[in-house]
């Protein structure tokens, strides 16, 4: 597969945590922070994922005080309009600029009961909407004892990508449900292994050309002290972080990783 360059990608999931004055804050000076570390956001992109009652005030802010961050929402909803209670369309998201979509996170497929079909539907959904899903797959611990790492986070991917022929923009994310939020980060080592296997999925459904431009992501426990570590294998391209997307000092540290790759 031809080797392209991928600008690498640091994405904060907020989960359930910032309303949105907390929100308006925080990103506030996260910008500060990263401008302060004269962050190169050409370099590595930098993206929040916050609460949809957040959504709005965060745009306003990006947009009026132009900063270089990405946002985007942690779901989206299948259906383009009409009777689903509390959901959100990708039309919504897009008429808010959202760059970016989380989908198929393992909380919402444990917590939501969110199977590949489903995922796949909402996958479909954001990039007609011009909205560049990122895929969450990965395996729990069971998975892992009995499949190995790869065989579930591949499954998960080609279900997801089954509906959208065609595509050119998408962001995978892989997160081993036993690292997320577990302070148990994979070995880097199997990230890359479990990254490489999931852009040949990439390959075989959407060609080589976008698998080679495809970003792939590691989640799971990521920190600023194992960021290198993850940042420095072939096919790993960023990180998806929850925990530690909460603290400005670490978050930003994380986006800087670049400073510290080489140690
Ligand atoms: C996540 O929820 O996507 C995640 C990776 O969480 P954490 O960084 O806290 O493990």
Redesign the pocket.
Known sequence: MAKVARIPFIAG?W?MNLDHLQAIAFVQKLAWSLKDARHDFAATEVAVFPPFTDLRSVQTLISADKLDLKFGAQDVSEHESGAYTGEISAAFLKALDAAYV?IG???RRTLHGEDDEKVAAKVAAAVKHGIVPVI?VGETAEDLARYGPSAIPVQQLRGALSGIAGATDIVV?Y?PVW?????Q?ATPEQAEQVCAALREVVAAVLGDEVAAATRILY?????ASNIASFMRQSNVDG???????LDIGEFASIAQFLKHVGT
Do not use: Q, R
């Open positions: 999931n989960k989380i996170h393992s909380e969450c994310a997160e690292a997320i939020g577990s302070g980060a989640g799971g426990s990521v920190k990180a998806l972080v929850g925990g530690a997307s």
